[in-house]
């Protein structure tokens, strides 16, 4: 399936496009922390066949091909920030991970959804991805608002953090 397009919007309307051409649409529940969070985002995760869309305190997947909901992970007191996907190496294989950033946690998600570690209190006020590089997984975590901005290095298989150092100045996080 090349060309997919897949769109959030403010109200909660998820759908994907193939081509040019709408293969489906459904209504999400963003919640009630949507109205002040005014991140949110949706990828298409082709290797696990799903498009992920993320909004206020929660993250909704769904199949690709039809757009049926698959799951919803709830943030809690985290609210939703960023999605991202990295390939890193796990247990000798090359897996395909989705990270959840929010305002203060990281997420890593394999493609059977199941949760592959949390790190908490990465940041106080945003996250924001960098890449990964070999088994390290770089965000940019906000410390000290506004602007206030710190490189985190993460064990891209455990999520134990390995290194933060402030973010050069001209380096802007969201």
């Known amino acids: 399936m090349d060309e997919l397009e897949v769109t959030l919007a403010a109200d909660g309307a998820c759908s994907l496009r193939a081509h040019g051409i709408e293969r489906w649409r459904v209504e999400l529940d963003l919640g009630e922390v949507a109205r002040r969070n005014p991140f949110r985002e949706a990828i298409v995760w082709t290797r696990a066949h799903r498009v992920v ?14 757009g049926a909901l698959d799951a919803t992970m709830e943030l809690g007191s985290d609210h939703f920030g960023q999605l991202a996907l990295g390939t890193v190496e796990l247990e000798g294989a090359k897996v395909e991970l989705l990270f959840v950033l929010g305002w203060t946690d990281v997420r890593a ?19 924001t991805f960098a890449g990964v590089e070999g088994p390290v997984l770089k965000v940019s975590a ?14 891209a298989g455990t999520g134990q953090e390995k290194g933060r150092r402030p973010s050069a100045p001209d380096v802007v996080g969201r």
């Open 142 to 155: 906000e410390m000290d608002p506004p602007g206030g901005w710190f490189e985190v290095l993460l064990d």
């Open 109 to 127: 998600y394999d493609a059977g959804l199941v949760l592959r570690w949390h790190a908490r209190n990465v940041a106080v006020d945003g996250i």
């Open 53 to 66: 869309a993320g909004a206020g305190d929660r993250v909704h997947v769904l199949e690709l091909a039809t």
